[in-house]
């Protein structure tokens, strides 16, 4: 079973550059969600969509974009990369009464 | 979102078993209590949910009080591989309502 899988592990970018990071699952979850957390701290939410066609904002959406055209894949856009957004982002989806589960995350630096 | 609030930090000794408190005490009836635990350099785990009734499961269980404001993890016998940031929040089971929203979370450290 693949569960939640991030891609790339590992990126580095520069200062202006974009990047997609890519998330898909296939355990057929309607709720999906990209979280990031800087070194030391806890999980901020960025995005989250509760099915394909439908999103939301979360805690730190600013300098993010999501899209969800499919219930497996949940992509997360950065436009014009900034040293604020190096992080390690994780992407997780689940059932609505039920535990998320999480990708191994993908680690971003911007230089 | 209702917030919880749980110790910075906690101690414990291996074989030993842990009680993680969590206080919620705006936590509405539609809030289910989850539990997820982070260990080193790796993603978030489930561990276990509820609504009002405790629950178990195999790794570890949830003790929920009867007016619901508070709950508390347990973990039977502590190991090694215990060690974690544990976090404890509440998900609306409302579709409207789904956000997964993290707060600091109880660093566990397992002396052996």
């Known amino acids: 079973n693949a569960g939640v899988t991030q891609t790339p592990k590992f990126r580095i970018l520069k200062i202006g550059q974009s990047m997609t990071l890519q998330c898909a699952q296939d355990?057929?979850?309607?709720?999906m969600y990209w979280y990031r957390q800087d070194p030391g701290m806890g999980l901020k939410l960025i995005y989250y969509?509760?099915?394909?066609?439908?999103?939301d904002k979360g805690e730190v959406p600013n300098g993010y974009n999501v899209s969800r055209s499919t219930t497996e894949d949940f992509p997360l856009r950065l436009e014009l990369a900034a040293p604020s957004q190096t992080s390690v982002y994780f992407c997780?989806?689940?059932?609505?009464?039920?535990?998320?589960?999480f990708g191994q995350g993908t680690r971003l630096t911007v230089v | 979102d209702a917030k919880t609030t749980q110790p910075n930090s906690m101690e414990s000794n291996e074989e030993e078993p842990v009680h993680l408190p969590c206080n919620h005490s705006?936590?509405?009836?539609?809030?289910?209590i989850h539990w997820y635990r982070q260990l080193p350099s790796q993603g978030p785990e489930y561990v276990i949910h509820?609504?009002?009734s405790n629950v178990n499961n195999r790794m570890a269980s949830l003790a929920i009080a009867e007016d619901r404001k508070s709950s508390t993890l347990i973990l039977h016998r502590a190991t090694l591989r215990d060690a974690a940031v544990y976090y404890c929040?509440?998900?609306?089971?409302?579709?409207?309502?789904?956000?997964?929203?993290f707060g600091e979370g109880t660093q566990l450290t397992v002396n052996p």
């Open positions: 997780a989806s689940s059932l609505i009464r039920f535990g998320a589960f």
């Open positions: 355990m057929n979850h309607n709720y």
């Open positions: 969509s509760v099915g394909a066609g439908i999103t």
């Open positions: 705006t936590i509405s009836g539609t809030d289910y």
């Open positions: 509820g609504l009002t």
């Open positions: 929040i509440l998900r609306d089971s409302r579709a409207s309502g789904s956000r997964l929203t």
